[in-house]
């Protein structure tokens, strides 16, 4: 299982990006996705979204950011609107696929004042 993300780069207060992951390889059996993000060494839940599209949302994002999935096309999206300096991180995306969690490679999101 392989995911390969994209989408991140520089943004100012108040702006917007948008991140995609596609999940390619032995994808039968994939169940809950979701995006995370690390500042050092600290790794935390943004969002996650069930095969059926039940979501949850880390209160720091709540309201602004959208997560979404594509199960025809194995993708997930998060939609980040009104970026905060805080939002600066490494986002990761995740999939389980048949009781274990893969990752992708990461995409940086800078603030940019």
């Known amino acids: 299982v392989q995911l390969v993300e994209s989408g991140g780069g520089l943004v100012q207060a108040g702006g917007s990006l948008s991140l995609s992951c596609v999940v390619s390889g032995s994808t039968t059996g994939i169940a809950d996705m979701g995006w995370w993000r690390q500042v050092g060494n600290q790794r935390e839940s943004v969002a996650t979204i069930?095969?059926?599209?039940?979501?949850n949302y880390v209160d720091s994002v709540k309201g602004r950011f959208t997560i979404s999935r594509d199960n025809a096309k194995n993708t997930v999206f998060l939609r980040m609107n009104n970026l905060k300096p805080e939002d600066t991180a490494v986002y990761y995306c995740?999939?389980?696929?048949?009781?274990?969690?893969?990752w992708g490679q990461g995409t940086q999101v800078t603030f940019s004042s």
């Open positions: 995740s999939v389980d696929v048949r009781d274990v969690r893969y």
């Open positions: 069930t095969r059926g599209g039940t979501t």
